[in-house]
């Protein structure tokens, strides 16, 4: 329990590095802070891609994801952290991450399966920036989706990268976790990456960064 607790600890102090450094990044170069936010958004995800492998029970997950959600609440009522609170939009997107780290751990930990944790938390961290990126960022040739008669804050070619990354991210992961590829491989990859885009696309405010990581559970759970 003291190697499991220690771990704990410098996963706290790793992360809050990751944000210290994001900030400085942000005050130096004054880039966007959407650019910043997205930044922060992968790389403290991608630390908690090991996390099945560290933590035996998801209470640890749990005490972490409270600690984190704190940070950003104390922030942002004391208006720090600008790299990651300072945009144009209304979002809880930020208050939602913690908190989908932890479902998507409780629930791989309670099906007794890691790649329900890693998959959904991969896609989560690299296929949800870049589709923001490239959306914000790439204007030539690039319009917003329509719906239903209804205009989408979504772009073609955000969307288009979020469906192609999550597909490759999803094809590899499973080939590694199932060891063969098989057409079951390619099409339970397939539908993961249709799914989450799908969630991604219909999200407002910020709720995408617990639908994606659910739906993607939801569907290796149903297929796997």
Not at 48 to 62: A, E, K, M, Q, R
Not at 196 to 218: F, H, K, Q
Request: with cysteine; hydrophobic share 55%.
């Amino acid at each position: 329990m003291g190697n499991i607790i220690v771990l704990s600890f410098i996963y706290l102090t790793g992360i809050s590095l990751l944000l210290v450094a994001n900030e400085l990044f942000y005050r130096r170069l004054k880039p966007p802070g959407e650019i910043t936010r997205k930044l922060a958004h992968f790389t403290s995800l991608l630390s908690t891609v090991p996390f099945p492998y560290i933590f035996p029970s998801h209470w640890y997950v749990l005490v972490l994801a409270v600690l984190f959600a704190a940070v950003l609440f104390i922030t942002r009522r004391g208006r720090l952290l600008k790299s990651i609170h300072d945009i144009d939009r209304r979002s809880m997107g930020s208050y939602l991450l913690p908190i989908s780290v932890y479902v998507t751990f409780l629930g791989a930990d309670l099906l007794d399966n890691k790649i329900l944790f890693i998959l959904p938390i991969l896609i989560l961290a690299v296929c949800d920036p870049l589709a923001a990126i490239l959306g914000i960022n790439i204007k030539n040739h690039n319009h917003n989706i329509r719906l239903c008669g209804m205009q989408l804050n979504k772009t073609w070619l955000g969307t288009g990268a979020f469906l192609s990354s999550s597909f490759i991210i999803s094809l590899i992961a499973l080939f590694y976790f199932r060891g063969v590829f098989d057409l079951k491989t390619f099409w339970l990859a397939l539908l993961v990456a249709v799914v989450t885009m799908l969630a991604e696309l219909v999200s407002w405010r910020g709720s995408d960064n617990l639908s994606i990581p659910l739906s993607a559970l939801l569907v290796l759970q149903l297929f796997l």
